[in-house]
């Protein structure tokens, strides 16, 4: 069991009903309609405007993600599918289960990240632990047991662990077909806030391979530092999660941060290339210090904790580096290193970087600059002959497509992007759509809505949190 006991412990889900479609298109009509009658800042705010000192973003969960309670032991426990994304809730000192249906030649693995409420008070040692188990209840993988705590900043963000059944290793550890458990267990200490937290599930399926290679991770690789990224900083803002994550491609990155957030970025890393990166902190009036502020951490396809860096802070310029990580390879799997075992994959890398919530009560109350360089180096190599595809299908693949779409900065499927509703707005101007018959529009819509919402179920009722921390969903 892997234990991140320091700030690096955070490392790192609404249905889409027909109610909360609907919300979703209120809201888009709402803007459009406030466009033809607000002036121009009102609009469109930048990344961190208009928000309290100290107040995060909501986390924006998959969009297609579904509901599901968690139950109190493995026989009750509801079955998630290869490929999903699951919305659920955990209570203080609880553990919730869930069950997997796992063939005898596919790897699965499984990630929790727990949504503390704004302003919820978190201890160091406050957190979740995810594991994978058998019907006798033994764990799959010991190594890839993670518990995940908040550390010193004791600020609370989004918390990630996750777990694994991988075959091939260990002939006595779930490597049979058969029902299998997922366990979330939040661990928090008495006098820490009691609030539910959210939970957003993930389970990815990685195929076989056609042929077995090698089963030992490389003993040497280049772990030199490059030399440093050139070029002038262009704008990227963050996104609020693993699925609005803002793409990033090779270059220098600017962007603002405040305090108590914590933003999203993703990066494509084809089998054979080395990720580097690094995040700066600029200047901020005040005068405090804190010895654990600013922290970036990198989780790979299967949101899998790789590695961090931090630094503390003194309104004075910071920085936080990654060290040198290996170069991606089916065969790093093969090792207990974090750092190597990690990068196992080839697919989209997650960076997050979150500021302490109490620099707020130390420094400035608006957003402080922030600066991210990332290196990708070296060409892309072959990938292993898997036999079939993953679930989700293409999470280990790096394209064109996501290529291009790290050169422009876009967002993740399903995720904002703040050029979305600029094109929106143009598209809308274009198509000659007026305020009035937006307004018309939008009453029709929510009649239809209204008479829909009449009919449906309380998990429909639950997709109405799945665009924020909260409240979280009642259980």
């Known amino acids: 069991m892997t234990i991140r006991g320091y700030d690096e412990g955070w490392r790192v889900m609404g249905r889409r009903t027909v109610w909360w479609r609907g919300r979703m298109v209120m809201t888009c009509l709402a803007a459009l309609c406030a466009s033809a009658v607000l002036p121009g800042p009102a609009q469109g705010q930048t990344h961190g405007q208009g928000r309290a000192a100290g107040t995060p973003d909501p986390y924006a969960f998959a969009e297609d993600a579904q509901l599901v309670e968690g139950a109190s032991n493995a026989t009750e426990a509801a079955q998630l599918a290869p490929g999903g994304t699951y919305q659920s809730s955990v209570q203080n000192n609880e553990k919730v289960y869930y069950r997997l249906r796992l063939d005898s030649v596919s790897n699965a693995y499984v990630s929790a990240t727990a949504l503390p409420r704004t302003g919820t008070k978190v201890a160091s040692s406050d957190g979740i632990k995810v594991s994978l188990q058998d019907p006798a209840g033994r764990s799959c993988f010991s190594g890839d047991a993670e518990e995940a705590r908040f550390g010193p900043t004791e600020s609370p963000r989004p918390l990630t662990a996750w777990a694994s059944r991988r075959v091939g290793l260990d002939e ?133 904790f790789v590695d961090d860096a931090r630094t503390a802070y003194d309104g004075t310029p910071k920085s936080a580096a990654l060290e040198p990580l290996p170069a991606v390879a089916y065969e790093n799997r093969y090792t207990l290193d974090d750092q190597v075992s990690g990068m196992r994959f080839a697919g989209w890398y997650y960076l997050a970087v979150h500021l302490g919530a109490e620099a707020a009560e130390k420094f400035s109350d608006g957003p402080i600059d922030l600066l991210l360089s990332v290196r990708v180096r070296g060409a892309a190599g072959a990938e292993p002959a898997y036999k079939g595809a993953a679930r989700p299908r293409g999470v280990f693949d790096v394209t064109e497509q996501d290529n291009e779409a790290a050169a422009s900065g876009a967002g993740a499927v399903g995720g904002r992007d703040g050029g979305d509703s600029d094109a929106t707005m143009k598209l809308v101007a274009a198509g000659g759509i007026g305020a009035g018959s937006v307004l018309v529009l939008g009453l029709g819509v929510w009649t239809v809505i209204a008479r829909r919402r009449a009919g449906g179920t309380a998990a429909m009722a639950g997709g109405a949190v799945a665009r924020g921390y909260e409240p979280p969903r009642a259980r």
């Not at 990685?206 to 440093?228: D, H, R, Y």
């Not at 054979?272 to 405090?288: F, I, R, S, T």
């Open 172 to 304: 006595y550890a779930c490597q049979t077909a058969g029902t299998y458990s997922v366990v979330v267990e939040r661990t928090s200490r008495a006098d820490s806030s009691p609030d539910e937290w959210s939970l957003e599930l993930q389970y990815v399926s990685e195929p076989a391979l056609k042929k077995t290679g090698p089963t030992t991770a490389p003993e040497t690789w280049n772990s030199a530092s490059p030399e440093p990224v050139s070029g002038t900083a262009k704008p990227r803002r963050g996104g609020t999660s693993f699925n609005d994550a803002r793409a990033l491609d090779q270059g220098i990155w600017k962007d603002s941060i405040r305090a108590g957030q914590t933003l999203f970025y993703r990066i494509p890393v084809d089998w054979g290339q080395q990720l580097y990166a690094k995040a700066e902190l600029g200047a901020a009036d005040g005068d405090g210090f804190l010895g654990n502020a600013l922290v970036i951490s990198l989780h790979n396809p299967v949101r899998a």
